[in-house]
């Protein structure tokens, strides 16, 4: 099995492709925080966090003087008071203007992990196929369902070199920009119990990253699916990446349908889960979503696993 | 060595849909023999090598590769194999080296000096370190060759081995394979739809049609015929009156008169003497008796095609 791991990242890493990829990444990051700090950061990094704490502060305690407000965004309201307050109190920056901006900003570019590692599972076993590899790969004493699975493995693995790309590239760029002062800012959040606590940033950027891996993953192993059963890299990728931009837009078609939470991409983001936001449809809860994503994986590894183990070679 | 067939098909049937791509294929091919598939395309030789290779379900029958059935005991059959499925592609991207060493991680036993033997039998050593894309279409045909050895496999299935290979190649080829037989006990299976490759190459030939399987013969047999049925040309005068004569002798299987005005004669040897008596009997003057020796393609065309005609 390591042996099979190591020959499909071979087959990864000696392509020319996978380091273009990785360079756009590199390229991507630098240049929209680069972006960003230009227009935005910059201003921020004296002490004029003070002064946006402040107003935050005051717009929160005007938003909870409406009439009618739900519970819900009450207590998320008095939430962020507190924990503003605690900034001043003990003179701890936020984050506005510091390295950690940039980088939390960053978490938003796993959209091009996700879209990147597509286009290398949509190959990886089509291009098998149409090049005709694929007749020498079967013919040797390791089963299809071992090759099919140290192919799904080396893919999330060059997802997980993209995602540690990020978090490098991110972190020197930012600190170069900012400059690296801050690294050890704290993150102030309230506790379920209510209290006010200080946590570590960069648990709290992986646990971003995990959060949206999800999505990634799921894009990943419905791309890598497509690609066993058509054998056609355009299709998994094309379809994929479709998929990836398309599903908000049809979810919206389809929400007054009482059915639709069991959609895929009704569930993919789980971090309509957060706080602040509300859910697909009423009634929906985090582990509601996990357990459709669960069906979903499962369905899709089960049928790339079926297809690929059964399927006659005529290519 | 042992008795015990390499490999042996037992009522090997592949359907797909409703139609019949190979229809019951029973033989065995013992240890040490170049055994060759002959057919015209659409035979079913591909479809054969890729059942026995495991690329392709078998729909009904077994094959066993040293006892080992290939669906069941994948793995352990499978090892013994090494095969060249139609054209062998690599991976371009990687160097032959690269691709050696792909294929040589996937089987236990094949050391890196095995993969530089292999390497120097082929004779790739200059090139064996450049990218599989700046090959010839001979060189990947040598590389093919040396992914199917790395591991020292029993029974080696070559399918068009000789397809972009020049003439020199070929004979290189086959001296090898020949090699490989005698010294290593290796047995050897080839497709080709090229028959003066097969006679060259080949112990025994199976001959395959429309997935069924029309005989299994020594190689001698198959170019030396049944002698039953051979040709010979005549040339007498005047020819209408020999064509007369000879339609009334016994046993005479066909006779008919060239363009050339030659009698051609389909009859059993023995019965030549008494065709050319009777002739002189009755005052017809002989120039020339022939023997009209077959072609390979036609001798393949008579075996393939007399029953579909007949």
């Not at chain 1, 929160?60 to 519970?71: F, G, S, T, V």
């Not at chain 1, 009634?283 to 049928?303: D, H, R």
């Not at chain 2, 009522?11 to 409703?18: A, E, P």
């Not at chain 2, 019951?24 to 479809?47: R, S």
Request: hydrophobic fraction near 45%; proline fraction near 3%; charged fraction near 20%.
């Amino acid at each position: 099995m390591v042996n099979l791991l190591q020959n499909e990242n071979m087959k990864i890493y000696r392509r020319l492709r996978t380091w273009i990829l990785v360079g756009l990444m590199v390229a991507f990051v630098i240049l929209v925080n680069t972006m960003e700090w230009h227009f935005d950061g910059k201003k921020a990094m004296d002490d004029g966090w003070k002064v946006t704490v402040k107003q935050e502060i005051q717009q929160w305690n005007r938003a909870l003087k409406q009439p009618n407000l739900p519970d819900e965004n009450k207590k998320y309201y008095e939430q962020q008071i507190a924990v503003n307050n605690y900034h001043l109190e003990k003179d701890i920056r936020s984050t506005d203007g510091t390295m950690w901006d940039g980088i939390n900003g960053s978490a938003g570019l796993m959209i091009v992990i996700t879209i990147f590692t597509i286009i290398i599972v949509g190959d990886v076993v089509a291009g098998e196929f149409s090049s005709g590899t694929i007749k020498l790969l079967l013919i040797r004493p390791a089963s299809r369902a071992k090759i099919l699975l140290s192919k799904y493995i080396s893919v999330l693995m060059f997802g997980i070199l993209l995602l540690l790309v990020l978090f490098v590239v991110s972190i020197a760029i930012n600190g170069i920009l900012y400059g690296f002062k801050y690294i050890d800012l704290p993150l102030i959040k309230m506790n379920t119990e209510g209290e006010i606590v200080e946590k570590s940033m960069i648990l709290n950027l992986w646990k971003t990253y995990m959060y949206n891996g999800v999505s990634t993953v799921i894009y990943v192993t419905m791309a890598f699916m497509i690609s066993s059963a058509f054998r056609s890299s355009s299709m998994a990728i094309g379809f994929s990446i479709g998929a990836l931009f398309a599903g908000n837009i049809v979810m919206e078609l389809l929400q007054r349908f009482d059915w639709s939470k069991y959609v895929l991409f009704a569930n993919i983001d789980l971090t309509q889960y957060l706080v602040g936001s509300r859910p697909f449809q009423e009634g929906m809860t985090f582990s509601f979503s996990v357990g459709v994503l669960v069906v979903y994986f499962l369905i899709f590894n089960v049928i790339s696993w079926l297809i690929f183990t059964r399927r006659d070679v005529a290519a | 060595m042992s008795s015990e067939p390499i490999i042996s098909l037992v009522n090997v049937t592949k359907k797909i849909g409703k139609a019949t791509i190979i229809d019951d294929l029973t033989f065995d091919v013992p240890q040490g023999e170049i055994f060759g598939f002959l057919g015209p395309n659409g035979a079913g030789k591909t479809t054969t090598i890729r059942m026995i290779v495991g690329l392709m379900s078998i729909t009904k029958g077994k094959i066993l590769i040293k006892g080992k059935n290939i669906k069941s005991e994948f793995e352990q059959a499978i090892r013994h194999v090494g095969a060249i499925v139609e054209s062998p592609e690599m991976y371009k991207y990687l160097t032959g080296y690269q691709n050696l060493v792909h294929y040589a991680r996937m089987v236990e036993g094949v050391s890196k000096e095995r993969i530089d033997e292999v390497v120097s039998l082929v004779k790739l050593e200059n090139r064996i370190h450049d990218k599989v894309s700046k090959y010839s279409l001979g060189m990947r045909q040598r590389l093919g060759v040396a992914q199917a050895l790395l591991h020292r496999p029993s029974l080696l299935i070559l399918d068009e081995p000789t397809n972009g290979l020049d003439p020199a190649g070929i004979r290189e080829l086959r001296d090898y394979l020949r090699h490989l037989t005698r010294t290593e006990g290796i047995t050897v299976i080839v497709s080709s739809h090229l028959l003066s490759e097969m006679e060259l190459m080949c112990d025994r030939v199976a001959i395959l049609q429309r997935g069924k399987l029309i005989n299994v013969m020594p190689i001698q047999q198959f170019i030396q015929g049944n002698d039953q049925s051979q040709s010979y040309l005549i040339q007498a005068t005047p020819p209408e009156q020999a064509l007369s004569v000879v339609r009334q002798i016994d046993g005479i299987q066909g006779v008919n008169l060239t363009q050339d005005g030659l009698l051609e004669v389909n009859a059993d040897k023995e019965l030549i003497p008494d065709i050319l008596e009777e002739l002189m009997k009755n005052h017809i003057r002989i120039y020339s008796v022939q023997l009209v020796s077959q072609s390979l393609e036609d001798r393949f065309l008579e075996i393939t095609g007399v029953e579909q005609i007949g």
